[in-house]
């Protein structure tokens, strides 16, 4: 189906701009009129018939940077009273990737006849991930949309803000690893194999880190293709494997068990827990319906299971403190708050100030890994640099002293 650009008045004779898909421009003012905008130009979307390339749509993805100033962007009129679909209209009118650009309008089309916010966005989800378009539900449920948008925008920032920060501490160990693969090539392929021929014309036997390097080549040259079929296997099979249910509860739980990035996981996981079932508790939204909301905001799998146990107990008349407390994955720090601002009536109060103290936890730990990538890929480059070093200067040692013996 066609699309056509267009420019229309609304009833209170304000003018917006956009884009929609109809069979003709007829068919378009019929859609706007129905709408309640009154047409005033109408012209074929020219740029779209461009992106409908595939090779144009797959070279230009929607990065988490433009998700991010969108999400930034749509808080801000929310926030200040202008309507969801206003709001929408002119942050389209922002957006220069056409692949976004398309997205947002078509999410506009959706709310303006009649769609949950939340489903428009579910219907892009090569744009917008599960874990956006469920805690724009919750707060579309719990009627804080603005500042649950808001709340996304930080988190991207933070997420973009770790990405840079660790790329600056992996910048110079990178450099380190281009010379040390050219380095070890270089021995692999012209120095270790003349050392070889020199050894084996005197009859003695290469030191112990220049077979292991030699063993090594000899493996690479002869079964590269099976490596390299063995690594592509295992990655398929792996990305199969963690779309089973199974696989990602079992993906999960090694998450949390993993050395300093484990324990990002376990507070990112919180920190949602907590903003968002605190967030949607203040705003009148009733236990049960928060908890399954929140089940799918956690972002992790194991934590989804016990929110969705804690349902069940809840209510059979449990309380959640006790529930999760049970589990034993949920801090102390989070049931024992918990249960107090159950026993005053306000777990709201004790959910907010925890997810305040958890995104401030969630800083510091950020800062502290990222300045600990740098120095630990530095010690990993000297350790195989000088197995490099060893494996070729330990022949040259060897062969000067079977000449001078």
């Known amino acids: 189906m066609p699309r056509f650009k267009y420019q229309a008045m609304t009833k209170s004779g304000s003018v917006v701009t956009g884009s929609l898909e109809a069979e003709n421009p007829t068919d378009l003012?019929?859609?706007?009129?129905?709408?309640?905008?009154?047409?005033?130009?109408?012209?074929?979307?020219?740029?779209?018939?461009?992106?409908?390339?595939?090779?144009?749509?797959?070279?230009r993805r929607v990065k988490a940077s433009e998700v991010e100033f969108f999400s930034y962007q749509l808080s801000t009129l929310i926030n200040a009273g202008v309507r969801l679909t206003r709001a929408l209209a002119v942050a389209?009118?922002?957006?220069?990737?056409?692949?976004?650009?398309?997205?947002?309008?078509?999410?506009?089309?959706?709310?303006?006849?009649?769609?949950?916010?939340?489903?428009?966005?579910?219907?892009?989800?090569?744009?917008?991930?599960?874990?956006?378009?469920?805690?724009?539900?919750?707060?579309?449920?719990?009627?804080?949309?603005?500042?649950?948008?808001?709340?996304?925008?930080?988190?991207?920032?933070?997420?973009?803000?770790?990405?840079?920060?660790?790329?600056?501490?992996?910048?110079?160990?990178?450099?380190?690893?281009?010379?040390?693969?050219?380095?070890?090539?270089?021995?692999?392929?012209?120095v270790i194999p003349r050392l070889s021929g020199m050894f084996a014309e005197m009859g003695a036997a290469l030191p112990m880190p220049t077979?292991?390097?030699?063993?090594?080549?000899?493996?690479?040259?002869?079964?590269?293709?099976?490596?390299?079929?063995?690594?592509?296997?295992?990655?398929?099979?792996?990305?199969?494997?963690?779309?089973?249910?199974?696989?990602?509860?079992?993906?999960?739980?090694?998450?949390l068990k993993l050395p300093l990035a484990g324990n990002i996981f376990r507070i990112s996981a919180m920190t949602r827990f907590a903003?968002?079932?605190?967030?949607?508790?203040?705003?009148?939204?009733?236990?049960?319906?928060?908890?399954?909301?929140?089940?799918?905001t956690v972002g992790n799998t194991v934590y989804r299971?016990?929110?969705?146990?804690?349902?069940?107990?809840?209510?059979?008349?449990?309380?959640?403190?006790s529930s999760l407390q049970k589990s034993g994955e949920f801090p102390g720090l989070v049931t024992h708050m918990l249960a107090i601002g159950e026993e005053a009536g306000r777990p709201q109060d004790m959910l907010l100030k925890l997810s305040e103290y958890y995104e401030a936890e969630m800083d510091k730990?950020?800062?502290r890994v990222s300045s600990l990538i740098g120095p630990v890929m530095i010690l990993v480059m000297a350790l195989a640099v000088g197995f490099l070093v060893a494996a070729a200067v330990l022949p040259i040692f060897e062969a000067s002293n079977l000449v001078t013996g």
């Open 29 to 59: 003012i019929s859609k706007l009129r129905a709408s309640g905008y009154y047409a005033m130009d109408v012209s074929p979307d020219v740029a779209e018939e461009k992106r409908k390339i595939p090779f144009i749509s797959f070279m």
């Open 92 to 190: 389209t009118e922002q957006i220069t990737n056409p692949i976004f650009r398309d997205a947002v309008d078509k999410v506009r089309y959706d709310v303006e006849h009649g769609s949950e916010f939340y489903n428009a966005l579910a219907q892009h989800k090569n744009v917008f991930s599960d874990l956006y378009i469920n805690i724009v539900k919750a707060g579309e449920t719990g009627g804080v949309l603005g500042l649950v948008l808001a709340r996304l925008a930080e988190f991207s920032e933070k997420q973009r803000k770790l990405k840079s920060a660790v790329i600056s501490a992996l910048f110079y160990p990178a450099i380190l690893v281009t010379l040390g693969t050219i380095i070890g090539t270089i021995l692999m392929l012209f």
């Open 211 to 255: 077979r292991i390097l030699m063993a090594v080549t000899g493996a690479i040259k002869n079964f590269w293709w099976i490596i390299l079929a063995v690594i592509v296997i295992a990655v398929l099979a792996i990305r199969r494997y963690a779309k089973t249910e199974s696989g990602k509860r079992n993906l999960d739980r090694l998450k």
């Open 275 to 296: 903003r968002t079932l605190g967030t949607l508790l203040d705003n009148g939204v009733l236990i049960l319906p928060s908890l399954a909301i929140v089940r799918e």
């Open 305 to 321: 299971d016990i929110i969705a146990n804690s349902e069940k107990e809840v209510e059979r008349g449990g309380t959640l403190s």
């Open 365 to 367: 730990q950020l800062e």
